[in-house]
C-alpha cells in the first residue's frame, strides 16, 4: 500500500519481516528465502493458484547441507584469508543463464512432491557460496518456520535471490567468523528489479511496485505512481500533461521542478535546462516511461546521498523498468472520460491509450520493445479575463453578452471573457532496451528512447453579438485606433490573438543511455554510464496578438519558436569498495553533466501555420556544467548502529551565455560573461536499533542547487507571455535534517519524521499578470532565507481485521515561511513572514485495498491539501479562481477484475467527489477510466 512505512512489495530500511512477499507473475517470477519465525505471521498471505506454500523444514540449514552435500557442490578447501575469490563458471557453460555469477545444475534426487529443495542452487561460485552461507545463516537462528512459496518458475527467481543475497554478505564485516544478525539493515532477498538508490543510507525511502500500482491506481501517466506516497504531489492538469506536471515534496513546491530528481533505470529525466513554467515549461520528462513498463518506483526523500546533485533537495525519484528473463509479450487499451461544467460551460473531453511491448532473453542477451500512443483532450487550462477596475467611460465598442463576472484570486472583481490554452495532445512512445551479460559478473546495457508529440492548443470566446455570433475582437474607436467591447454597458479593451491564442506544436525528442556494470559483490564493484536527451525537433507555432480568430485558425501573422540542439548529457564513473576485514562499505564516484539551452523565436508574416521561420524576434542561448567527486562511507558499527559520512565536491559552470532581441540590432544583443564556482556539501546519517521493533534515525546534509540555463539567461517573449532572466543569480544552499522513527506492532507498521530545512538565497520565478500589457510576466529572483520544519507520519497495515484488507496513510505538517528577503513584490518588506509559496500547511493521503479473492479486488483513495499561496507576498487570497492555489479533498476508486492468467481489465474513477480545485490552472473534475490488458 501507499504512503506508509510497510507495505506490499515495498522496501524500508526498517523492516526485517515483510507484510506481504510480492504476488509472483508471468513475466517477472518471484522467489523468496525468509527466515523462519516462531509462529506463522498473522499477516502472511494466503497461497494463489500459481504459489504453494512450503511447509517448514529445515532445508538450507547447517544440518541439512552436511547430510546432503551434493546440494551446495563438491567439498571444497577453506579459503584463503584475503585472497581473491575463485573466478565464476561462465553462463554460456550452464543451462540457464538467467542472472550471471550462478551456475546450473541437475538438482540433487528428492522424494514427494513438494519443491525441489533450493540449496542446490548455490554452488561453485564464489558468489553462490555467499548465497548458500546467507541461507544457511537465516536457517539456523533460534526462529521457527513461516511459509515462503515455491513457484513454478522457482530456479531462474532463485539464481536472482541468490545473487542479492550474495551481494548483501559481501557487505558484512568479513572478519566475522559467523555473521551476526543484522538488525539495521533489512536483507530483502527476492527476483525484484534492484533499486539504484542508495540501499544503505538510514533515511526515509517510500517504495511503489508494479503490483501496486496495478491493485490500486488509475495510471495514465508514470507520474501517477507517486499519487498516494506521503507529502509528494505532481501538478498534473490532464492525461498527457507534458509541459506543467512539476513534483513537489516536503519543502518544495509545484513551481520549484528543479529542486527534485527523477531518473528512470539511473537515467535522468529531470529537465534542468530550467525551473518551473516561467518562459518555457522545465517538468520531468515523464513521458519517456509507460506505466505498463514500471516494476518499481523508489523515493528517498532529501539531499542524504553525495551521489546525487544538489537537485535532490526535494527528493530522488527512481522509475525501475521491466527486463524479460524469458519470452513475453504484454498489450494494454485504456480510456478515460471527463465530463466538465465550469463558469458555465459544459463539455466532455476525452482520451485514450494503446500499448504494446514485446520482449525476450536468449542465453546473455536479453531485449525488451515498448511502443505507447496517448490521444487526450484537456480541459481548458486559462482563460480571458478583465478587470472591473480597468473599465473606461467611453461609449464605444461592440456591445456583448456571455461574459462571466467573479472575483480573482486577490479578490478582486473581473469578468472572464473566454477560454484559452485546451490541449488536445497526440503522443507516440518507443523504448528499446537491450541488455548482454559480458562476463558472469559484468552487464552492458543500452536504452533508447524517442517521444514525439503532437500538440494542438485551442480557445473559445464565450462573449456573443447582439446576434448571437462569437465575438474575437472589438469596434474600432476612431479617436484612440484601439479596439473596444462593452460588458454591461461599461468599455473595457476589446479581445485580441493574445487572449484567444492558437498554438500548434510538433516535438521530437530522443533519449539515450549506455552503461557498463559490475555485480560481483566482491571487493570492488564499478559502473561506467552515459546518457544523452536530445530536443531533436521543438517548434511551437503561435498567431500573433494581432492576428486574431477566426481568421488565425486559417493563417495569418504568427511565431515559429525553436528550440531544436537544446538537450543535455551525463556521465559518471561510480564505485563500491567493500574493505576486507572491514565492517566499511564506501560509494565513490566521478560525475559530469552538461546542459544546453538554443531556442530561436521567429515573427512569420504570411502563414504562421506553414511557412519557414522568418525574421528574428528573439534568441537565447547558454550552456552551464556541473563537474563533481564524491565519497560516502557506510559504517556498521556494531549490530544496532550505523553511520554514514559523506562528502560531495562540485565545480559548476556557465557560459555562452547570450540574448538577441531584434535582427537589426535595436535593441543591441547581450553577451553574457563566463561564471565558475565551487562548491562542497557533506552529508551525515545514523541509526540504531532501540528495540526490536523500534529503530531511530537522524540524517543531515548539505544541497546547493545551481542556477538553470534558462534562469540565467532564457529572456522569452510570446503573445501572451514574458520571461525575465538575471545573470547574476546565485545558488541556492540549503541545510536539510530528519530524525524518524519507525516501529512495527504486528501487522501494523508506522513512521513519525520530524524535518527541517534552512535555505539561503531561494530560486524563485514569480508570475503575475499585466493588465495593462495584457500577458503573464514571470521574473527570477534570489529570496535571502526560508525557513522550514515539519512532521510525517505514515500508518499501514496488511490483513487488517480481515484477510485481504490492506490500508495505509499519512499526514504531513509544514510550516515554511520566508524568514529573510530584501526583494519585495510591491512594497518593500510584503514578503517576510509569509509562507513559501505551494506548501500547504497540511498534506494528507489514506488508501484502502480489499481483495476479495484471486480475481477481484477494489481499492478506495483519499487526498488531502490544505490552503497554499501562489505569490511571495501571500496576496492571492482566494485560492478557488483562476491563478489562485486552493485546498483540495478529493477520493479515488479502482477496481480491477483478474480474468484469467492472462487477461485483466479494470474500472476506475478519479475525483469520485468531483471537488473542483485549482494550483493557478483547474485540475480534473470526475473523470471515469476503463482498461484491458493482455499478458502472455
Request: charged letters at 20%; aromatic letters at 8%; proline letters at 8%.
Amino acid at each position: 500500500m501507499h504512503g506508509a512505512t510497510s507495505r506490499p512489495g515495498r522496501t524500508s530500511a526498517v523492516r526485517r519481516l515483510p507484510t506481504r512477499p510480492p504476488s509472483p507473475s508471468p513475466s517477472r517470477p518471484r522467489w523468496t528465502c525468509w527466515p523462519r519465525a516462531t509462529a506463522r505471521p498473522a499477516i502472511w498471505p494466503r497461497p494463489t493458484s500459481r504459489c504453494r506454500p512450503r511447509p517448514p523444514s529445515s532445508r538450507c540449514g547447517p544440518t541439512w547441507l552436511r547430510q546432503h552435500p551434493s546440494a551446495s557442490g563438491p567439498p571444497r578447501s577453506p579459503p584463503t584469508p584475503g585472497a581473491p575469490p575463485a573466478p565464476a563458471p561462465h553462463p554460456r557453460r550452464s543451462e540457464s543463464p538467467a542472472v550471471p555469477g550462478l551456475a546450473r545444475r541437475t538438482p540433487p534426487p528428492h522424494r514427494g512432491r513438494g519443491p525441489t529443495p533450493i540449496c542446490f542452487l548455490m554452488h561453485k561460485t564464489p558468489l553462490a557460496r555467499a548465497a548458500a552461507a546467507a541461507c544457511a545463516t537465516l536457517s539456523s537462528l533460534a526462529l521457527t518456520p513461516a511459509l515462503a512459496c515455491d513457484c513454478a518458475d522457482t530456479p531462474a527467481t532463485a539464481q536472482a535471490t541468490a545473487q542479492l543475497a550474495a551481494a548483501d554478505a559481501n557487505n558484512a564485516p568479513a572478519s566475522s567468523p559467523a555473521a551476526p544478525r543484522s538488525k539495521l539493515d533489512l536483507v530483502r532477498i527476492q527476483g525484484a528489479a534492484p533499486t539504484s538508490l542508495p540501499t544503505n543510507i538510514p533515511t526515509t525511502r517510500e517504495t511503489v511496485t508494479r503490483e501496486d500500482i496495478e491493485r490500486t491506481i488509475n495510471a495514465t501517466d508514470a507520474e501517477d505512481a507517486l499519487k498516494y506516497l506521503p507529502s509528494l504531489l505532481v501538478r498534473k492538469r490532464y492525461i498527457g500533461d507534458y509541459n506543467h506536471a512539476i513534483l513537489s515534496s516536503r519543502a518544495s513546491g509545484t513551481g520549484n521542478s528543479a529542486r527534485s530528481a527523477v531518473y528512470a533505470d539511473g537515467i535522468l529525466l529531470s529537465n534542468y535546462l530550467g525551473n518551473g513554467v516561467g518562459g518555457l515549461s522545465f517538468p520531468p520528462r515523464w513521458g519517456l516511461v509507460t506505466p505498463e513498463e514500471i516494476e518499481r518506483v523508489d523515493v528517498m526523500y532529501g539531499p542524504f546521498s553525495a551521489a546525487y546533485p544538489g537537485n535532490s533537495v526535494g527528493a530522488v525519484v527512481d522509475y525501475q523498468t521491466r527486463m524479460p528473463t524469458r519470452f513475453e509479450a504484454n498489450a494494454k487499451l485504456s480510456t478515460s472520460t471527463q465530463p466538465s461544467e465550469l463558469y458555465g460551460q459544459k463539455t466532455t473531453y476525452r482520451a485514450w491509450a494503446a500499448s504494446a511491448s514485446v520482449g525476450n532473453r536468449t542465453g546473455d542477451f536479453s531485449w525488451w520493445l515498448n511502443l505507447h500512443r496517448t490521444d487526450s483532450e484537456g480541459q481548458p487550462l486559462t482563460f480571458a479575463t478583465r478587470l472591473a477596475s480597468t473599465a473606461g467611460t467611453g461609449t464605444v465598442g461592440t456591445p456583448v453578452s456571455g461574459a462571466v463576472a467573479g472575483l480573482n484570486s486577490a479578490n478582486q472583481a473581473w469578468a472572464l471573457i473566454g477560454a484559452g490554452t485546451q490541449y488536445h495532445t497526440r503522443q507516440d512512445h518507443l523504448k528499446l532496451k537491450l541488455a548482454y551479460d559480458l562476463s558472469p559478473t559484468l552487464r552492458a546495457s543500452y536504452v533508447l528512447g524517442l517521444w514525439r508529440n503532437d500538440s494542438d492548443g485551442n480557445s473559445l470566446s464565450w462573449l456573443r453579438d447582439a446576434a448571437g455570433r462569437p465575438v474575437y475582437q472589438g469596434a474600432v474607436d476612431p479617436a484612440t485606433k484601439k479596439e473596444f467591447i462593452l460588458i454591461d454597458g461599461k468599455q473595457f479593451a476589446g479581445p485580441s490573438g493574445a487572449d484567444f491564442a492558437v498554438t500548434r506544436e510538433k516535438l521530437q525528442h530522443a533519449m539515450h543511455g549506455i552503461s557498463v556494470k559490475s555485480h560481483s559483490g566482491g571487493t570492488w564493484d564499478w559502473e561506467l554510464a552515459a546518457s544523452l536527451y536530445d530536443y531533436g525537433k521543438d517548434d511551437k507555432r503561435q498567431n500573433a496578438a494581432t492576428n486574431p480568430q477566426p481568421g488565425a485558425l486559417g493563417g495569418g501573422a504568427g511565431t515559429l519558436a525553436d528550440g531544436s540542439g537544446t538537450g543535455w548529457n551525463t556521465l559518471a564513473l561510480k564505485g563500491i569498495w567493500r574493505p576486507a576485514g572491514t565492517a566499511h562499505v564506501v560509494d565513490l564516484g566521478l560525475q559530469q553533466d552538461g546542459y544546453k539551452l538554443s531556442y530561436l523565436t521567429s515573427t512569420i508574416a504570411g502563414n504562421y501555420l506553414a511557412d519557414a521561420a522568418g525574421t528574428l524576434a528573439s534568441q537565447v542561448q547558454g550552456k552551464t556544467q556541473l563537474q563533481a567527486a564524491y565519497a560516502q562511507d557506510a559504517w556498521l558499527i556494531s549490530t544496532d548502529w550505523k553511520a554514514v559520512l559523506g562528502l560531495r565536491a562540485e565545480r559548476w559552470q556557465a557560459r555562452d551565455g547570450r540574448t538577441d532581441f531584434s535582427a537589426t540590432g535595436t535593441p543591441p544583443s547581450i553577451s553574457y560573461p563566463s561564471r565558475s564556482e565551487n562548491f562542497l556539501s557533506p552529508k551525515a546519517a545514523l541509526s540504531w536499533q532501540a528495540t526490536p521493533e523500534m529503530v531511530l534515525k537522524a540524517s543531515l546534509g548539505r544541497a546547493v542547487r545551481m542556477p538553470t540555463v534558462s534562469e540565467l539567461y532564457g529572456a522569452t517573449s510570446t503573445a501572451n507571455s514574458q520571461f525575465i532572466n538575471d545573470p547574476n543569480l546565485k545558488p541556492e544552499k540549503s541545510w536539510t535534517g530528519e530524525l524518524s522513527a519507525e516501529a512495527s506492532w504486528g501487522a501494523l507498521q508506522s513512521r513519525l519524521t520530524l524535518f527541517a530545512e534552512t535555505t539561503r538565497d531561494a530560486l524563485y520565478s514569480q508570475t503575475s499578470f499585466d493588465a495593462t500589457a495584457n500577458k503573464n510576466i514571470s521574473r527570477v529572483q534570489n529570496i535571502d532565507k526560508i525557513g522550514t520544519t515539519g512532521l510525517e507520519a505514515t500508518l499501514g497495515a496488511t490483513d487488517w481485521g480481515l484477510k485481504g484488507l490492506d490500508l495505509s496513510g499519512s499526514v504531513t505538517y509544514t510550516d515554511s515561511k520566508i524568514k529573510a528577503n530584501a526583494g519585495f513584490v510591491a512594497t518593500p518588506g510584503d514578503t517576510v513572514g509569509k509562507w513559501q509559496p505551494n506548501i500547504p500547511r497540511w498534506r494528507a493521503t489514506a488508501l484502502a485495498a480489499y481483495r476479495f479473492n484471486e480475481q477481484w479486488s477494489a481499492s478506495l483513495a483519499a487526498r488531502y491539501s490544505g490552503r497554499q499561496y501562489r505569490t511571495l507576498n501571500n496576496a492571492d487570497v482566494n485560492g478557488f479562481a483562476y491563478m489562485g492555489v486552493s485546498k483540495y479533498a478529493t477520493a479515488d476508486l479502482r477496481v480491477l477484475w483478474k480474468i484469467d492468467r492472462q487477461w485483466s481489465a479494470a474500472f476506475g474513477i478519479d475525483n469520485l467527489n468531483n471537488y473542483r480545485y485549482w494550483n493557478f490552472h483547474n485540475y480534473p473534475q470526475r473523470s471515469y477510466s476503463a482498461e484491458l490488458k493482455f499478458d502472455l
